[in-house]
């Protein structure tokens, strides 16, 4: 039977899942939302060369992301332990000043969910994920909304725990058994201003998580970030990638260099650190 799912009103602590309501300061969000209402995230296409090899096509990505302290481009596959560790990440930007404090605050928190192999290793690389609803037009040209608040069900494959961040409206967040989909096993709602860590052989590395419904609500009021985009919440994962495995552009294979480069010229209209690397592989 599925696990009713948790109010997410009060904190929650067991062995691989630690759950944290209101961690995240109210200062400390007012300056989250400032700081992604100033990025422009992207809508990836995930695994151009094998959907096109298999005749699908691309697949474009359930909702729009930014990476911090390296990119992990969908067309590349993702950062894998232990089988998919090269030319997966490239170097982007690194963390604003209010996520590294609210990480330092979490320092205690996250030893508890490290191996003794693990101790040590900060996060040093993010997944912001923005999740709303898309405004597309339908054969009739009338515009209608279409849900991206959600995320399939996924496991992260970079070594040690994950932290998230969880800023706007309550999402369901559950945990399930790759063999029995439909029933969650722990099942919470991440409130506004939420902290979640998640490690080990069960909830991390067994268990599944996903996404499966954002409410809608005013408060807290979200930034606009792209054109006929109604955000309602944004997740920050943070993860541990080996500072060996996250490369530059100009280091990738031609071929990968090749399909990730269109992304790179978007984000380098912004990001020095993008703008940097694109002009070292065009000299």
């Known amino acids: ?129 923005y999740y709303g609803s898309e405004f597309t037009k339908d054969a009739q040209g009338r515009v209608q909304p279409v849900d991206q608040a959600r995320l399939k069900m996924h496991r992260d494959g970079e070594p040690g725990p994950v932290v998230m961040f969880s800023i706007g409206q309550p999402a369901l967040f559950e945990f399930v058994d790759g063999a029995r989909p439909s029933e969650a096993e722990l099942a919470v709602w991440l409130k506004n201003r939420s902290v979640v860590l998640m490690s080990g052989p069960h909830y991390k590395d067994h268990l599944y998580h996903r996404v499966t419904r954002v409410r809608h609500g005013k408060d807290p009021v979200m930034p606009e970030v792209l054109d006929d985009f109604r955000l309602r919440r944004v997740s920050v994962s943070f993860r541990y990638v080996p500072d060996a495995h996250i490369k530059a552009l100009s280091e990738l294979s031609p071929d990968n260099r090749a399909q990730v480069t269109p992304y790179v010229e978007q984000l380098a209209q912004r990001s020095d650190v993008f703008r940097a690397q694109l002009a070292a592989v065009q000299r």
């Open 1 to 129: 039977m599925a696990a009713e799912p948790l109010s997410g009103n009060e904190p929650l602590e067991v062995p691989g899942f630690s759950y944290l309501p209101r961690f995240i300061t109210e200062p400390e969000s007012a300056a989250l939302l400032a700081y992604f209402g100033s990025l422009k995230p992207l809508w990836e296409q995930r695994h151009l060369t094998a959907h096109a090899r298999e005749g699908g096509g691309p697949r474009r990505l359930s909702r729009p992301v930014y990476w911090l302290g390296a990119w992990q481009f969908a067309c590349l596959g993702y950062y894998s332990a232990p089988d998919h560790l090269e030319e997966k990440c490239v170097r982007a930007e690194p963390f604003p000043q209010v996520m590294t404090d609210i990480l330092e605050r979490l320092v205690p928190k996250l030893a508890a969910h490290q191996a003794p192999t693990e101790l040590g290793q900060t996060p040093n690389t993010c997944l912001i994920n």
